[in-house]
């Protein structure tokens, strides 16, 4: 198990993961419970994107940050998936992209 002093808003925590990818893919959304089999540390919560939502950051079993977000029904999904403000960005890129592809072949 690998444990590590991270430094948080407001504070520090210690997180520990075993550093090991998840056997098996998450399906989402998960409860509480799934997440803690599968590896998942919480830890602070926050805001940090610009469609307001509350933040939950979480340690994966792999020992990267992911944003997540607790759902009406008290399970969690990661936080791009419902972004509105994620989506929008991606849309944009994917208009940008195809206006460059049609400026090489005129």
């Known amino acids: 198990m690998k444990c ?10 210690i997180f520990c993961s075993s550093g090991r990818a998840a056997a ?17 540390v919480d830890g602070e919560k926050s805001k940090f994107c610009a469609c307001g939502e509350t933040i939950f950051w979480f340690l994966t079993p792999a020992g990267r940050w992911m944003p ?3 759902n009406s029904d008290g399970c969690w999904t990661p936080h791009w998936m419902n972004c509105h403000t994620v ?3 991606e849309k944009l890129e994917r208009k940008k992209q195809a206006a460059r592809q049609g400026n090489l072949f005129p």
């Open 24 to 40: 098996t893919a998450m399906r989402w959304p998960a409860s509480s419970a799934d997440l803690k089999r599968a590896g998942y």
């Open 87 to 89: 989506k929008a960005g």
């Open 68 to 70: 997540m977000q607790v």
């Open 4 to 13: 590590e002093r991270v430094k948080l808003p407001g504070g520090s925590a």
